[in-house]
């Protein structure tokens, strides 16, 4: 990649607050200096892409809660990026246990202990959690 | 306060050994770092899926840079990890006191300097503590342009990040470190060992013949996934190749500047002209990632608009091929 092709296309994923270098040459072939970036149009497109789909997945797993088929564990883990696997090592449980308490019978026996584990991962206050109350996600800007 | 030089790079981990070795009076560039570490690479694991989207590596794996750097350039390295937050901390809290530029895994979610759009789990990343002002930690993040602060909280979070690869609070910080090094033999043995796992590990997924394994997968993406999850793992496979900290063709531009410092310190024209050649070959990945990018935003997946992508693979591979097969032939 020469000097002058290095991507310059901001689309404000980056709030303007953010640049990343690339080694490119100069025009005659060399390697100098790396080259400020702020932002390229394929990352940009496949960036959003990935954020359409979490919020797909958010807002999918908050109509299931609502409709009495999943419990809030289910729609706080689609909002807090996260799945299976890392969250069950997160609140130190096996995978089959947090599947269990994503089921909305299940989730009314959790124990406060329990409660607060899911909501510290979360970072959601334990009570909100514990009345299912479902708060908004937030795309980042 | 420890004075500690921060310098913006392109990749976290060659970026952290540059960083770090320059505060003990060892010059090394960030290309040289990630060429002696014999840092490209590439591999495509469809098993290893993260939110269900099997996962691309454009560079050998974390971790892997630094052992192999420190190990050929002869700097010795203490490295602990902790079963404890509180014990973890302390022990930063120890070693900044004495002045010694910390290095660190971390995972980016819990940073929050960082650009909020680019804040997803991934836990392997490198950052250097080298001091507090009150309660708040110093931070010389290598892909940030300036020195930043991060609370102790977020700090915690980031170091005790669950999940794979889990850094349980490992930090880093050289015992010693040579101020002279002969770069010679470092580099013909990082440049020998980039080759063999470009060419020849025995495993369809790594090296070249992982590019051509990606490159079946992909023509069959739409017909097997449907179009929506076609263009979520082609999307995966753009960013693991731009993503901060990571940069994919990023690599093949650093790894021929890399050659190319080689080439003018060891007098060797070849290594110059090779890293010529894997600049092209960089350029190829920047055209993949534009046309997959397209497919991408349009949405609509048909089998040419894969297929013809599965063919840029498919042409990447051969030429990396031949930039490797023509550096492994080098004579040192």
């Known amino acids: 990649m020469k000097k002058d092709e290095v991507p310059q296309d901001g689309d404000n994923l980056h709030r303007g607050t953010f640049k990343q270098l690339f080694y490119a040459v100069d025009a005659s072939g060399n390697y100098t200096a790396p080259v400020s970036s702020v932002g390229w149009e394929p990352e940009n497109v496949a960036l959003g892409q990935a954020w359409e789909e979490v919020e797909h997945r958010v807002a999918a797993t908050r109509d299931k809660v609502e409709s009495g088929a999943l419990s809030p564990i289910a729609y706080y883990m689609e909002r807090t990026l996260l799945d299976l696997p890392l969250l069950a090592r997160k609140v130190g449980k096996f995978q089959w246990q947090v599947k269990r308490h994503m089921k909305p019978a299940v989730f009314k026996t959790l124990s406060a202990g329990m409660i607060a584990k899911y909501a510290t991962v979360f970072a959601i206050p334990a009570d909100t959690l514990q009345k299912g109350t479902l708060l908004p996600f937030q795309r980042p800007e | 306060m420890t004075q500690f030089n921060h310098v913006q790079t392109a990749h976290c981990e060659s970026g952290v050994i540059s960083n770090i070795f320059r505060h003990y009076g060892l010059h090394i560039s960030e290309p040289m770092a990630f060429g002696i570490g014999a840092g490209i690479f590439f591999g495509h694991l469809p098993f290893v899926k993260v939110n269900g989207v099997p996962g691309s590596t454009y560079r050998i794996w974390p971790g892997a840079i630094f052992?192999?750097?420190?190990?050929?350039?002869?700097?010795?390295?203490?490295?602990?990890?902790?079963?404890?937050?509180?014990?973890?901390?302390?022990?930063?809290?120890?070693?900044?006191?004495?002045?010694?530029?910390?290095?660190?895994?971390?995972?980016?979610?819990?940073?929050?300097?960082?650009?909020?759009?680019?804040?997803?789990?991934?836990?392997?990343?490198?950052?250097?503590?080298?001091?507090?002002?009150?309660?708040?930690?110093?931070?010389?993040?290598?892909?940030?342009?300036?020195?930043?602060?991060?609370?102790?909280?977020?700090?915690?979070?980031?170091?005790?990040?669950?999940?794979?690869?889990?850094?349980?609070?490992?930090?880093?910080?050289?015992?010693?470190?040579?101020?002279?090094?002969?770069?010679?033999?470092?580099?013909?043995?990082?440049?020998?060992?980039?080759?063999?796992?470009?060419?020849?590990?025995?495993?369809?997924?790594?090296?070249?013949?992982?590019?051509?394994?990606?490159?079946?997968?992909?023509?069959?993406?739409?017909?097997?996934?449907?179009?929506?999850?076609?263009?979520?793992?082609?999307?995966?496979?753009?960013?693991?190749?731009?993503?901060?900290?990571?940069?994919?063709?990023?690599?093949?531009?650093?790894?021929?500047?890399?050659?190319?410092e080689a080439g003018t310190l060891l007098n060797k024209e070849e290594l110059k002209s090779i890293g010529g050649d894997l600049t092209l070959v960089g350029d190829l990945w920047r055209n993949f990632a534009f046309a997959a990018g397209r497919v991408c935003k349009a949405r609509s997946a048909d089998n040419i608009s894969y297929g013809e992508l599965s063919d840029m693979l498919l042409h990447i591979a051969d030429e990396e091929e031949k930039v490797f097969r023509r550096l492994s032939k080098v004579k040192f």
């Open chain 2, 67 to 260: 052992s192999r750097v420190c190990k050929r350039l002869g700097v010795k390295m203490q490295s602990h990890k902790f079963s404890s937050p509180g014990k973890a901390m302390q022990a930063l809290d120890d070693i900044i006191e004495k002045g010694i530029p910390v290095g660190m895994q971390s995972s980016v979610y819990y940073l929050p300097y960082f650009p909020a759009s680019y804040r997803f789990h991934f836990n392997a990343h490198n950052l250097v503590v080298f001091g507090k002002e009150g309660e708040n930690y110093l931070v010389s993040d290598p892909i940030m342009d300036t020195v930043t602060q991060i609370d102790p909280e977020s700090l915690v979070q980031a170091r005790f990040a669950k999940g794979f690869p889990e850094p349980k609070g490992k930090m880093y910080y050289p015992l010693s470190v040579p101020k002279q090094v002969d770069f010679a033999r470092p580099i013909k043995e990082g440049i020998q060992q980039a080759c063999y796992y470009m060419l020849k590990i025995p495993m369809p997924h790594f090296g070249v013949k992982g590019i051509r394994f990606l490159a079946k997968r992909v023509k069959d993406y739409p017909a097997k996934h449907g179009d929506r999850r076609a263009a979520l793992y082609l999307g995966n496979i753009i960013r693991m190749q731009e993503e901060i900290g990571t940069g994919g063709a990023g690599f093949r531009f650093m790894y021929a500047a890399f050659l190319q």
